[in-house]
């Protein structure tokens, strides 16, 4: 099962008083599927999930659903690092018509291997939404492994993993040790084209909120065996993705939103607006950008 091959990790609009801005979000997502999205995940780091309640959280898979419909898939970020909270936000993100899951390991209590193995078990046990997993030592602490993917990869429902290692070798592990039809994303926009290469399946993406068509037609251009195109696609695409995090996400990518005509409102703290410094260098990056033929 595929939920698509590029999938945006949607940032959350906001209005002016700091509320989760349900019409702009639907306005964002048609957005979006238009420039090349294949899905969305909702609610994921980039859609600020740490600030956002269950209830704002549950409102928002519903808001994104109603306004795609069967246009784009919809991942729901339902990670945590209570296994019982996630699976009772699982359920709900299922009742409100979502197409899958996005499942963090555990942050800050870091569990061992059989800890990661038991939590993501009994959340796929949870629901008939098919799975994906998302490493990300970066942020939690704790790695799933290749030995652990690849007895994860056997529960029916697990179809995926979003892998923000940057471990080529890591990558090239999971491939070894999982079936051929357990999808890998890559989880960072600058390695994409390595993780194809790699054996991964597509992206879940920050950049496409840009730059969607270009992201889109690099995966399509490597699968048809035209590898010069989708590195010159890689190449035209990679200053932008790493100005994108040039602070704390999803800060630029909200503030290259704006610039370009389709504000989505601030963040919430613990982030903070960029400064005027900080945004030299994207906007730099945003004006030197010319069309790419996609």
């Known amino acids: 099962m595929s939920l698509g091959r590029v999938l945006t ?63 784009a898939s919809v991942v729901a970020g339902t990670g945590s690092y209570a296994t019982a909270e996630t699976i009772s936000l699982t359920q709900a993100a299922e009742a409100a018509g979502v197409d899958g899951i996005l499942v963090i390991s555990p942050y800050y209590n870091k569990p061992n291997q059989a800890g990661l193995k038991a939590h993501f078990s009994a959340v796929a046990a949870a629901t008939s939404l098919p799975v994906i997993l998302y490493n990300h030592p970066g942020r939690t602490g704790v790695t799933i492994e290749a030995p652990l993917m690849a007895e994860l990869a056997k529960v029916p429902n697990i179809i995926a993993v979003k892998d923000s290692s940057g471990s080529l070798d890591l990558v090239t592990a999971f491939r070894l040790k999982c079936p051929s039809d357990f999808l890998i994303y890559s989880g960072d926009d600058p390695l994409t084209l390595q993780y194809l290469a790699t054996g991964g399946y597509g992206v879940i993406s ?49 503030a290259a939103l704006a610039k370009l005509g389709f504000p989505v409102g601030g963040v919430r703290l613990p982030l903070v607006e960029m400064t005027t410094a900080e945004l030299e260098p994207l906007y730099r990056v945003l004006d030197a950008r010319s069309p790419v033929n996609a």
Not at 16 to 36: F, S
Not at 208 to 213: F, Q
Not at 221 to 234: C, K, M
């Open 206 to 254: 920050v950049t496409s909120h840009v730059a969607g068509l270009e992201v889109k037609a690099m995966i399509e251009a490597w699968l048809r065996g035209d590898h010069a195109e989708a590195l010159r696609l890689h190449l035209a695409t990679y200053e932008l993705s790493k100005a994108l995090f040039c602070a704390p996400s999803p800060a630029p990518t909200k």
């Open 9 to 71: 990790a949607m940032v959350t609009p906001f209005d002016a008083a700091g509320q989760v801005d349900h019409a702009r979000a639907a306005e964002l997502a048609l957005k979006l599927v238009a420039e090349g999205s294949d899905g969305l995940v909702v609610s994921g780091t980039t859609g600020e999930s740490p600030t956002l309640t269950k209830d704002e959280k549950i409102a928002l898979f519903g808001t994104i659903k109603r306004a795609v419909g069967n246009r």
